[in-house]
Antibody, heavy 119, light 107 residues
């Protein structure tokens, strides 16, 4: 059974850097894309970006200048860094696995982590 | 970016009702359209992928159809645990986008 477990700081001040990590348990780390998705309070879901085992990344253009997603294959973990945060980055952040065949959907998700940006 | 527009945005229905939610894409997504169920405090759960394929362990009362730009999610007989928010999502073209959501409430 695949499980994604995520953690990171939950309260940030404006201009700080958001850092979250997601560990993958069970299943293969290869052959998938590993994504970050967020949901601001009262709003819908927004895909932020993804990485594969080889380190190939893909980001949403609106955040590309502030986002870095990295991978540590030795630990089956991947991480999100979002720099210069503002209140608009307040959201529940999810990590998720994206299938890279037939559907290309997100089949496993982390539990979610609320990140609040406030002075 | 491919915009996904769901209708309705909210829906009140009763247990046992048949419910249909639609998702229209601003350009073709072929069959790379998925549906998710999202409950408060939980992670989204995939129900349907590749427009019409039922995810493992998802009840058969959920079904999906469509291709190109028009898609539907149907729940054949609503159960109490189905009251949630539903999202469509496309994986045809990056950035991968979600619809705005359809909140399904108890009538």
């Amino acid at each position: 059974q695949v499980q994604l477990q995520q953690w990171g700081a939950g309260l940030l001040k404006p201009s700080e850097t958001l850092s979250l990590t997601c560990a993958v348990f069970g299943g293969s780390f290869s052959g998938y894309y590993w994504s970050w998705i967020r949901q601001p309070p009262g709003k819908g879901l927004e895909w932020i970006g993804e990485i594969n085992r080889s380190g190939n990344t893909n980001y949403i253009p609106s955040l590309k200048s502030r986002v870095t997603i990295s991978v540590d294959t030795s630990k089956n973990q991947f991480s999100l860094n979002l720099s210069s945060v503002t209140a608009a980055d307040t959201a529940v952040y999810y990590c998720a696995r994206r299938v890279h065949f037939h559907g290309y959907h997100f089949d496993y998700w982390g539990q979610g982590a609320l990140v609040t940006v406030s002075s | 970016d491919i915009q996904l527009t769901q209708s309705p945005s909210s829906l009140a229905a009763s247990v046992g009702d048949r419910v249909t939610i639609t998702c229209r894409a601003s350009q073709s997504t072929s069959i790379y359209l998925s549906w998710y169920q999202h409950k408060p405090g939980k992670a989204p759960k995939v129900l349907i992928y590749a427009a019409s394929s039922l995810q493992s362990e998802v009840p058969s009362r959920f079904s999906g159809s469509g291709s190109g730009t028009d898609f539907t999610l149907t729940i054949s007989s609503l159960q109490p645990e189905d009251f949630a928010t539903y999202y469509c999502q496309q994986s045809h073209t990056s950035p991968y986008t979600f619809g705005q959501g359809t909140k399904l409430e108890i009538k």
